[in-house]
């Protein structure tokens, strides 16, 4: 500070004193901005690749956009009214829901039970981790694609099995239920492994002498797991569910190569959020309405997003930090403080007065 | 300092890689040198133009002109990729447009280079006007189109008690009525479905008519138009009986297709290729010479030049001459792509024609007379396409049991009345 007034104060200062102030002020310019240049790249990548798209995508949902003349027309609120308005749109969120819910809850079921079987000693341990990772490694267009001679409604292999044993074909493409069935079974081979794997690391953290404590007292496997490994579980739990979910509304690759046409079904049996907003995006050429489209989608996640919160601080104290105590159990201790060290006074006072 | 000789030596590479961009980037996009003449040329198409290597080495070794040909692997990815970049930077020199598509890039008309006059006439008359803009330009260069005949099974059609010689068959389907007619003797016979599809018909019929979902200037009369309603009530009242699938290119479809499910398809010329291709051990295939209630065209593609190019007269030199007679006949040799060129329909090469698979019929000659059989170049505007896909989505979820007709049809009013 003073070199710098120094310098202003007598302009024609001798040379040396000003390269000394420069390197000075490159000193101080060096503590204060370094920290924010060493992280700005986070920044700036999260300001181009995050922010931007989001903002940019708002400002086209307002519009009537032209995708190649790259302009538009401001029309307020109408894409968002068109798209609420459409029975598609909700026939399109009946549909992500009951794929969502289809996949994510056999799949956790599934992967929890897997995840405790390889928990076990076994032989080749290594192996079998690797196999059950090994659908997660396949292109989820190969799987449907894969899936799609499974599950066609004439000459397919399932329908082929159950019309060998004496039972009526399944309508993969026609009923909506049963299309929902074969797509959340495309999700379930891919992904199951992936939580399994997820959820297995976590079963490796929990402490092993909780079981041995648990056999000692006469514990069996099946009680082990429902009084130990499930409730230390919890935290990785609400991880994996808040991931299924985020990925479960954005279900788009397994409906998309479904059938021929990837456009959800002539009755939108199986139309989702994402696909129904790439058809209107890059089949219609409307970018107004799919940018809105997009809007909505985001709305809903996050509206998900923050009862996944709730659910979670009710479930787990504060994420992982388990010696932390909840506001009730704050309040208990605090008053059970208070009456231990009120009935300490009395205790003492008492003996005072017996001492007397 | 060694901090700072790293420094250096990452903003070198750092340059190096720009520049090394900056060169990919002209490479790909064409030489901006107009007044040197252009060396190389981008041509883009999908699927199979029958625009071989040794078809584009005959064009540089006329000009001198490289060409570096990208082919994209599906009509809708060229679409993507051609209206995303419209306008823009990143389109290839020659670009090719299916006719699916065709009228959404007719909106964008001022950005691509018309069609030289002194070319017009070059083409069939319905596949010239189908291209030309509100002002008159002809702003596209036809390919190939799609003449429909039918393909029948001929195994199949003497079990059922008709006839299998081609010229009986053909004598079969003057109209659409007796094409049902026929189809209806044929499942009381066999108990087996008549033809692929009902949504081929759907289209075989709205095919033969000029305006259908759209007028020129931008009124929607889908829903009024009594052409589309009768059609609906006619594919839904008498092709979906007769019909294995509501729908093509399912693995249902194509499996009955090498199985021997069903008895005819509309065959347009391209659609040989992919009989033959997908069923190959089936024998008993052939073609008639004959189309219901006239001629149809199902299909076809169109070249265009994007007019913000770097060499827009070269790229209008290569589209000219992939377009000629001569070549579209050598490309026909190697795709089987129909010509639309006039003069090229009346070629040796493609009159004489034939194809093993189909009971050595005449392919080239049956064809040809197709192609002159269509009268009706019908209008599509830029919805065309989901209008279409959702009348479609209709007929489909009657032949599915979803809905009722009446019910489907009005739940098609609903729909596209929100488009």
């Given at each position: 500070m003073t070199a710098a007034t120094a310098r202003d104060a007598q302009p024609d200062a001798p040379k040396p004193v000003r390269v000394i102030s420069f390197s000075h002020r490159l000193s101080r310019w060096d503590l204060k901005l370094s920290p924010y240049l060493y992280i700005s790249p986070f920044f700036i990548m999260f300001a181009i690749v995050g922010i931007f798209p989001i903002v940019y995508t708002a400002v086209i949902s307002f519009?009537?956009?032209?995708?190649?003349?790259n302009?538009?027309?401001?029309?307020?609120?109408?894409?968002?009214?068109?798209?609420?308005?459409?029975?598609?749109?909700?026939?399109?969120?009946?549909?992500?829901?009951?794929?969502?819910?289809?996949?994510?809850?056999?799949?956790?079921?599934?992967?929890?039970?897997?995840?405790?079987?390889?928990?076990?000693?076994?032989?080749?341990?290594?192996?079998?981790?690797?196999?059950?990772?090994?659908?997660?490694?396949?292109?989820?267009?190969?799987?449907?694609?894969?899936?799609?001679?499974?599950?066609?409604?004439?000459?397919?292999?399932?329908?082929?099995?159950?019309?060998?044993?004496?039972?009526?074909?399944?309508?993969?493409?026609?009923?909506?239920?049963?299309?929902?069935?074969?797509?959340?079974?495309?999700?379930?081979?891919?992904?199951?492994?992936y939580?399994?794997l997820i959820?297995?690391a976590a079963?490796q953290a929990?402490n092993?002498?909780?079981?041995?404590?648990?056999?000692?007292?006469?514990?069996?496997?099946?009680?082990?797991?429902?009084?130990?490994?499930?409730?230390s579980?919890k935290p990785t739990l609400i991880f994996v569910i808040i991931t299924s979910t985020i990925g479960?509304?954005q279900?788009?690759?397994?409906?998309?190569?479904?059938?021929?046409?990837?456009?959800?079904?002539?009755?939108?049996?199986?139309?989702?959020?994402?696909?129904?907003?790439?058809?209107?995006?890059?089949?219609?050429?409307?970018?107004?309405?799919?940018a809105?489209?997009a809007w909505?989608l985001f709305i809903i996640i996050l509206g998900i997003g923050l009862i996944n919160l709730i659910v979670t601080r009710s479930l787990v104290r504060d994420e992982g930090l388990r010696t932390e105590l909840s506001k009730?159990e704050k309040r208990?201790a605090v008053?059970?403080?208070?009456?231990?060290?009120?009935?300490?006074?009395?205790?003492?006072?008492?003996?005072?007065?017996?001492?007397? | 300092m060694k901090t700072r000789a790293f420094r250096k030596s990452a903003i070198a590479v750092a340059a190096v890689s720009v520049s090394a961009l900056a060169l990919a980037g002209c490479?790909?996009?064409?030489?901006?040198?107009?007044?040197?003449?252009?060396?190389?040329?981008?041509?883009?198409?999908?699927?199979?133009?029958?625009?071989?290597?040794?078809?584009?080495?005959?064009?540089?070794?006329?000009?001198?002109?490289?060409?570096?040909?990208?082919?994209?692997?599906?009509?809708?990815?060229?679409?993507?990729?051609?209206?995303?970049?419209?306008?823009k930077t990143g389109?290839?020199?020659?670009?090719?447009?299916?006719?699916?598509?065709?009228?959404?890039?007719?909106?964008?008309?001022?950005?691509?280079?018309?069609?030289?006059?002194?070319?017009?006439?070059?083409?069939?008359?319905?596949?010239?006007?189908?291209?030309?803009?509100?002002?008159?330009?002809?702003?596209?260069?036809?390919?190939?189109?799609?003449?429909?005949?039918?393909?029948?099974?001929?195994?199949?059609?003497?079990?059922?008690?008709?006839?299998?010689?081609?010229?009986?068959?053909?004598?079969?389907?003057?109209?659409?009525?007796?094409?049902?007619?026929?189809?209806?003797?044929?499942?009381?016979?066999?108990?087996?479905?008549?033809?692929?599809?009902?949504?081929?018909?759907?289209?075989?019929?709205?095919?033969?008519?000029?305006?259908?979902?759209?007028?020129?200037?931008?009124?929607?009369?889908?829903?009024?138009?009594?052409?589309?309603?009768?059609?609906?009530?006619?594919?839904?009242?008498?092709?979906?009986?007769?019909?294995?699938?509501?729908?093509?290119?399912?693995?249902?479809?194509?499996?009955?297709?090498?199985?021997?499910?069903?008895?005819?398809?509309?065959?347009?010329?391209?659609?040989?290729?992919?009989?033959?291709?997908?069923?190959?051990?089936?024998?008993?295939?052939?073609?008639?010479?004959?189309?219901?209630?006239?001629?149809?065209?199902?299909?076809?593609?169109?070249?265009?030049?994007?007019?913000?190019?770097?060499?827009?007269?070269?790229?209008?030199?290569?589209?000219?001459?992939?377009?000629?007679?001569?070549?579209?006949?050598?490309?026909?040799?190697?795709?089987?792509?129909?010509?639309?060129?006039?003069?090229?329909?009346?070629?040796?090469?493609?009159?004489?024609?034939?194809?093993?698979?189909?009971?050595?019929?005449?392919?080239?000659?049956?064809?040809?007379?197709?192609?002159?059989?269509?009268?009706?170049?019908?209008?599509?505007?830029?919805?065309?396409?989901?209008?279409?896909?959702?009348?479609?989505?209709?007929?489909?979820?009657?032949?599915?049991?979803?809905?009722?007709?009446?019910?489907?049809?009005?739940?098609?009013?609903?729909?596209?009345?929100?488009?």
């Amino acid at each position: 500070m003073t070199a710098a007034t120094a310098r202003d104060a007598q302009p024609d200062a001798p040379k040396p004193v000003r390269v000394i102030s420069f390197s000075h002020r490159l000193s101080r310019w060096d503590l204060k901005l370094s920290p924010y240049l060493y992280i700005s790249p986070f920044f700036i990548m999260f300001a181009i690749v995050g922010i931007f798209p989001i903002v940019y995508t708002a400002v086209i949902s307002f519009q009537d956009w032209d995708l190649v003349r790259n302009s538009g027309t401001f029309v307020g609120f109408d894409q968002y009214i068109w798209i609420l308005t459409q029975p598609h749109f909700w026939t399109a969120l009946r549909n992500t829901f009951s794929i969502f819910l289809l996949s994510s809850v056999p799949q956790l079921i599934f992967a929890l039970f897997i995840a405790s079987v390889l928990d076990r000693n076994i032989r080749a341990k290594t192996f079998w981790r690797m196999a059950v990772l090994l659908p997660f490694v396949v292109a989820p267009v190969a799987v449907g694609l894969i899936f799609n001679v499974v599950f066609a409604d004439n000459f397919g292999l399932v329908n082929g099995m159950l019309t060998d044993i004496g039972l009526p074909a399944i309508q993969w493409h026609k009923d909506p239920f049963w299309s929902h069935v074969a797509i959340a079974t495309m999700v379930n081979y891919r992904w199951t492994g992936y939580n399994t794997l997820i959820l297995l690391a976590a079963m490796q953290a929990v402490n092993r002498e909780y079981y041995e404590a648990a056999t000692v007292d006469g514990a069996g496997p099946i009680r082990q797991f429902f009084s130990i490994t499930l409730p230390s579980l919890k935290p990785t739990l609400i991880f994996v569910i808040i991931t299924s979910t985020i990925g479960g509304l954005q279900i788009f690759d397994e409906p998309r190569v479904f059938d021929q046409f990837g456009r959800g079904g002539a009755g939108q049996q199986w139309l989702t959020i994402s696909l129904y907003l790439y058809d209107v995006g890059w089949g219609q050429w409307n970018f107004g309405r799919a940018a809105a489209m997009a809007w909505i989608l985001f709305i809903i996640i996050l509206g998900i997003g923050l009862i996944n919160l709730i659910v979670t601080r009710s479930l787990v104290r504060d994420e992982g930090l388990r010696t932390e105590l909840s506001k009730r159990e704050k309040r208990r201790a605090v008053a059970e403080a208070k009456a231990t060290a009120a009935a300490k006074a009395a205790a003492a006072a008492k003996a005072k007065e017996v001492t007397r | 300092m060694k901090t700072r000789a790293f420094r250096k030596s990452a903003i070198a590479v750092a340059a190096v890689s720009v520049s090394a961009l900056a060169l990919a980037g002209c490479t790909s996009g064409g030489t901006p040198s107009e007044s040197d003449g252009p060396v190389t040329l981008t041509l883009a198409t999908f699927n199979d133009f029958g625009y071989t290597d040794e078809l584009l080495a005959e064009f540089t070794a006329e000009t001198g002109i490289e060409v570096v040909h990208n082919k994209a692997a599906t009509s809708n990815d060229a679409r993507a990729n051609f209206f995303q970049k419209l306008g823009k930077t990143g389109l290839a020199d020659v670009e090719a447009v299916e006719i699916d598509w065709f009228a959404e890039a007719l909106q964008y008309a001022d950005l691509l280079a018309p069609v030289p006059d002194d070319l017009k006439g070059r083409w069939l008359d319905w596949k010239e006007a189908a291209a030309t803009d509100g002002a008159g330009n002809l702003i596209a260069y036809g390919t190939d189109i799609g003449p429909q005949g039918i393909c029948y099974r001929s195994d199949l059609f003497a079990a059922a008690g008709l006839p299998t010689d081609r010229a009986d068959v053909a004598a079969l389907f003057p109209t659409w009525d007796d094409f049902f007619t026929v189809g209806a003797q044929y499942t009381a016979a066999t108990g087996k479905p008549f033809i692929d599809s009902a949504n081929a018909v759907l289209q075989g019929i709205l095919n033969q008519e000029e305006f259908t979902y759209e007028e020129p200037d931008g009124t929607i009369i889908a829903t009024e138009n009594p052409v589309v309603e009768e059609a609906y009530n006619t594919v839904v009242d008498k092709a979906i009986p007769i019909s294995a699938y509501a729908g093509q290119w399912s693995e249902d479809w194509f499996a009955s297709l090498a199985s021997g499910e069903f008895a005819t398809m509309l065959c347009p010329g391209w659609m040989l290729g992919v009989i033959s291709g997908n069923a190959p051990e089936t024998t008993g295939w052939d073609i008639a010479n004959a189309f219901p209630g006239g001629g149809g065209n199902w299909g076809g593609s169109y070249l265009v030049v994007p007019a913000n190019g770097a060499n827009v007269e070269a790229a209008q030199k290569l589209a000219d001459w992939l377009t000629s007679p001569d070549t579209q006949i050598k490309a026909f040799e190697n795709a089987g792509t129909f010509p639309s060129q006039v003069d090229a329909l009346s070629n040796d090469v493609l009159l004489s024609a034939t194809n093993e698979y189909f009971n050595n019929a005449p392919t080239g000659e049956i064809l040809t007379e197709r192609a002159a059989a269509v009268t009706v170049s019908p209008f599509k505007g830029p919805k065309y396409f989901q209008f279409h896909d959702a009348l479609q989505n209709a007929v489909t979820r009657v032949f599915d049991g979803l809905e009722d007709k009446t019910t489907s049809w009005n739940n098609w009013v609903t729909e596209v009345s929100a488009f």
